[in-house]
């Protein structure tokens, strides 16, 4: 993917929500160690993941804000979850019948 891709889907609502859960699922912000030591590799393995998809989208920010730990990426996902985006209300649309009494 080319950084202008990556940018327009970090420009999204939605996808930085689904990378809000991504990164959730990965335990990035959780200690690996005190685990059952067969069990250490996945979660390290999953960490990993979480941290590359990071780092990936950050491709989708300026130049300026990028960082190798993805801090603006970062923030920009904290937001919209903290922060979702408003769903337009769906319009009503009349129906023939409402004129009729029940």
């Known amino acids: 993917m080319t950084d202008r891709e990556i940018q327009l889907l970090l420009s999204v609502p939605e996808f930085r929500q689904f990378l809000f ?5 990965a335990g990035i912000w959780e200690p690996a160690n005190g685990h059952d030591p067969r069990d ?4 390290e393995g999953r960490r990993s993941l979480g941290l590359e998809l990071l780092q990936l989208a950050d491709r989708g920010q300026p130049k300026a804000l ?3 730990e993805a801090l603006a990426t ?6 919209t979850a903290l922060n979702p985006p408003s ?3 769906e319009k009503k649309h009349a129906d023939r019948c ?3 009494p029940d």
Not at 40 to 43: K, T, V
Not at 74 to 79: M, R, V
């Open 66 to 68: 990028r960082t190798p």
């Open 21 to 25: 859960e991504a990164i959730q699922l």
């Open 40 to 43: 250490l590799a996945l979660f």
């Open 74 to 79: 970062i923030n920009a996902i904290i937001l």
């Open 87 to 89: 769903k337009p209300e």
């Open 98 to 100: 409402d004129d009729i």
